[in-house]
């Protein structure tokens, strides 16, 4: 069985400061991982992916990935309230042969003002 | 920006009904998808769509399940006899080519309630 795990918070942190969203997945074939934010009664939203270890920036966003430890992570510095949501890490095994993604539960992120 | 547009935006039906839903992918997309989600718990994948076939299933999608894309651009869902575990939210989602890279965009969903 592919698990992908998150805690599922809440995840609290002040408005300005730097949230760390964590990730964890079973299956060492994983190639890809995807970070979506889903706000209540919508649909999630793709933040951005990583496939190579190391860090990835886009704009607030940073995603980490270590295969190694099989691990991946998001950093959204500078939180805002608006960036209160559920915050999904999906993972792409080479097994997919139709590029299905496995999601986690998801952790919600709460931003204070 | 393209949006993946799916209706109805909810549907209430009887227990051993069939139901539709309806999805318009984005147009130069080429991978098609859906996905459930039961409320509070996890987005699930149900079935992967290319080239006019299905390219993966999850153990979810049975018998009961079936997709088409009937012309070029709607990709439906149909589930021929409702249970009242089929209860959720159906997310039906596209991406431009497959690969380690492809993200994919989700629509807005369908609340199926299932009574």
């Known amino acids: 069985q592919k698990e992908v795990e998150q805690n599922s918070g809440p995840l609290s942190v002040p408005e300005g400061a730097i949230a760390s969203l964590n990730c964890t997945y079973s299956?060492?074939?994983?190639?890809?991982f995807f970070w979506y934010r889903q706000y209540s009664g919508k649909s999630p939203e793709l933040i951005m992916f990583?496939?190579?270890?190391g860090d990835k920036e886009d704009g607030r966003f940073t995603a980490q990935l270590n295969k190694a430890s099989q691990y991946v992570s998001l950093l959204i510095r500078d939180s805002q309230p608006s960036d209160s949501a559920t915050y999904l890490c999906?993972?792409?095994?080479?097994?997919?042969?139709?590029?299905?993604?496995?999601f986690g539960k998801g952790t919600s992120l709460l931003v204070t003002p | 920006e393209p949006e993946v547009t799916q209706t109805p935006s909810h549907q209430v039906t009887q227990m051993g009904q069939e139901v539709i839903l309806r999805c318009v992918p984005i147009?130069?997309?080429?991978?098609f998808y859906w996905y459930r989600q039961i409320l509070g718990q996890k987005v699930e994948f149900l079935v992967s769509f290319y080239n006019n076939e299905i390219s993966e299933k999850s153990e979810i999608f049975d018998d009961q399940f079936s997709v088409e894309r009937p012309d070029g651009s709607n990709f439906t869902l149909k589930i021929r006899s409702t249970k009242l575990e089929d209860s959720a939210m159906y997310f039906c989602a596209s991406a431009p080519s497959g690969g380690r890279a492809s993200g994919y965009t989700f629509g807005s969903g369908t609340r199926l309630t299932v009574v």
């Open positions: 990583i496939y190579s270890n």
């Open positions: 999906a993972v792409r095994s080479f097994s997919n042969s139709g590029y299905a993604l496995n």
């Open positions: 147009s130069n997309h080429l991978y």
């Open positions: 299956d060492r074939g994983s190639q890809s």
